[in-house]
C-alpha cells in the first residue's frame, strides 16, 4: 500500500535557493535534520526542481534528531552524492526516513532504522557492496522506483547483508558488479519482490546476471512474480539470469527454474 501522507504538523525547510547557491542551500537544509530546533518533531524538505551536488558531505541521520525525515521532489530534483562515501547514512533503529520523486546519484547506507523509497530514481551509485543501496540492518520498502547504471564490486544496484528489503513494481536496469550479482547482491537478509519487478541487461563478473544469492540469504516472490527472469540453482551461489527469457516472444514470461536443483 501507499505510503501516507506527510504529517500535517512539520518542522519545514526549503532550499529555495538559486543556481548560484544550491550547494549551501541542500547542505544547510539537511544539517537542520539534527537541529535544536528539530529534536522530537517529524521533518518535511521539499526539494525543488533541479540538481543539488553535495560534493563530499555525506549525511549521518544517526545523529539526526527528528522522529522521522521526509525528503520529498518534484520528480526531478536530483541529488548528488559524494563518490567515496554514503550520500545518507541510515543507523537509528527508530528513525524512519522517507524518499519521494527524488533522483539520487549516490548510495545509501542502512545499517538499522526504516527506510522507505516511492517513485525514485536511482542512477549513477558507485560503492563496493551496493551501488545505490547497501543494506545491513533494518527494514527497506521500495515502490515503483528504478535502479540504473549503478555500480559496485558486490550487488551493483543493490546489497544485502541483514534486515530485510522489499521491492515493489521496481526496475533494474544496466546496472553491473565486478564479482557477483549484478543488480543485486543477498549475501544474508531477505529480498522480496512483488507486482511484476523486473531485471534486464545486468551484469556481473563480464556475463549477464541480475540476481546472486547465497546460502545465508533468501528471496521471495509474490504474485504476479518477477517478470523475465530465470533462477539458475546447483551452485555455491545462486543467480537469475536475465538472457533466457529474452528468446521469449512476443511476451516476458514468469519466473522459471533451471539447474541442477531438486
Known amino acids: 500500500?501507499?505510503?501516507p501522507p506527510p504529517p500535517k504538523s512539520y518542522y519545514h525547510v526549503e532550499p529555495g535557493c538559486d543556481e548560484s547557491a544550491q550547494i549551501c542551500g541542500i547542505e544547510a537544509a539537511l544539517h537542520?535534520?539534527?537541529?535544536?530546533e528539530a529534536a522530537g518533531l517529524p521533518i518535511v524538505l521539499r526539494v525543488a526542481h533541479g540538481s543539488y551536488n553535495l560534493g563530499q558531505v555525506s549525511i549521518h541521520l544517526g545523529r539526526a534528531t527528528a522522529s522521522e525525515v521526509w525528503i520529498i521532489g518534484?520528480?526531478?530534483?536530483?541529488?548528488?552524492?559524494p563518490?567515496?562515501?554514503?550520500?545518507?547514512?541510515?543507523?537509528?533503529?527508530?528513525?524512519?526516513?522517507?524518499?519521494?520523486?527524488?533522483?539520487?546519484?549516490g548510495q545509501i547506507l542502512v545499517d538499522g532504522g526504516t527506510l522507505h523509497v516511492e517513485r525514485c530514481r536511482f542512477e549513477g551509485g558507485i560503492g563496493t557492496t551496493g551501488g545505490a543501496l547497501d543494506i545491513r540492518m533494518g527494514?527497506?520498502?521500495v515502490i515503483d522506483s528504478d535502479f540504473m547504471h549503478n555500480q559496485a564490486q558486490r550487488g551493483?544496484?543493490?546489497?544485502?547483508?541483514?534486515?530485510?528489503?522489499?521491492f515493489d513494481a521496481?526496475?533494474?536496469?544496466?546496472?553491473?558488479?565486478?564479482?557477483?550479482?549484478?543488480?543485486i547482491d543477498v549475501q544474508a537478509g531477505q529480498a522480496i519482490f512483488r507486482e511484476q519487478s523486473w531485471l534486464r541487461h545486468n551484469m556481473a563478473a563480464g556475463k549477464s546476471e541480475s540476481l546472486n544469492v547465497r546460502?545465508?540469504?533468501s528471496i521471495s516472490f509474490f504474485l504476479p512474480v518477477l517478470l523475465g527472469s530465470w533462477i539458475e540453482s546447483g551452485h555455491e551461489d545462486h543467480a537469475v539470469l536475465r538472457e533466457r527469457s529474452e528468446k521469449d516472444y512476443p511476451y516476458e514470461c514468469p519466473a522459471g527454474l533451471w539447474g541442477g536443483s531438486p
Open 32 to 36: 537542520a535534520l539534527s537541529s535544536d
Open 83 to 105: 563518490t567515496d562515501a554514503p550520500l545518507f547514512t541510515l543507523s537509528s533503529s527508530a528513525l524512519r526516513l522517507t524518499l519521494i520523486d527524488l533522483v539520487i546519484r
Open 74 to 81: 518534484d520528480g526531478n530534483s536530483t541529488l548528488i552524492g
Open 170 to 183: 521496481c526496475g533494474f536496469k544496466h546496472n553491473n558488479a565486478s564479482e557477483a550479482g549484478g543488480a
Open 156 to 166: 551493483g544496484a543493490v546489497s544485502i547483508r541483514g534486515g530485510s528489503a522489499t
Open 1 to 3: 500500500p501507499p505510503s
Open 139 to 141: 527494514i527497506v520498502t
Open 215 to 217: 546460502h545465508d540469504g
